[in-house]
């Protein structure tokens, strides 16, 4: 089971660190992605990462200012957000995919675990 939070509204131009903590199991050997859905939108990915850490993906929206990291030994992995905008407004999903899937994927398809989002609302 997967638990995001840290979500909030903010004001454009601030960060906020978005944690995902995994309970029941591990999350050592999983490729993980943050993904988020605004109203009326598709659900699109974010930022993914493989298991190692040492391969990682941002979408164009956020490379720059997102940066996804993960804390095995806390079983945590976090999304760090800067210089935030309005357009960053949505729901934000972190997902895992299975620990025998290699490798990161951009696809939500290939995520096997969930966690429940977190509201994050940019005002300007």
């Known amino acids: 089971q997967l638990q995001a939070s840290g979500g909030g509204l903010v004001q454009a131009g601030v960060s906020l660190r978005l944690s995902c903590a995994a309970s029941g199991r591990t999350l050592g050997r999983n490729a993980m992605g943050w993904f988020r859905q605004a109203p009326a939108k598709a659900r699109d990915i974010v930022a993914a990462?493989?298991?190692?850490?040492?391969?990682?993906y941002y979408a164009d929206s956020v490379k720059g200012r997102f940066t996804i990291s993960r804390d095995n030994a806390k079983n945590t992995v976090y999304l760090q957000m800067n210089s935030l905008k309005p357009e960053d407004t949505a729901v934000y999903y972190c997902?895992?995919?299975?620990?025998?899937?290699?490798?990161?994927?951009?696809?939500?398809?290939?995520?096997?675990?969930w966690g429940q989002g977190t509201l994050v609302t940019v005002s300007s």
């Open positions: 997902a895992a995919r299975s620990a025998t899937s290699a490798g990161l994927s951009t696809s939500h398809y290939d995520y096997t675990y």
């Open positions: 990462m493989t298991w190692s850490g040492g391969t990682t």
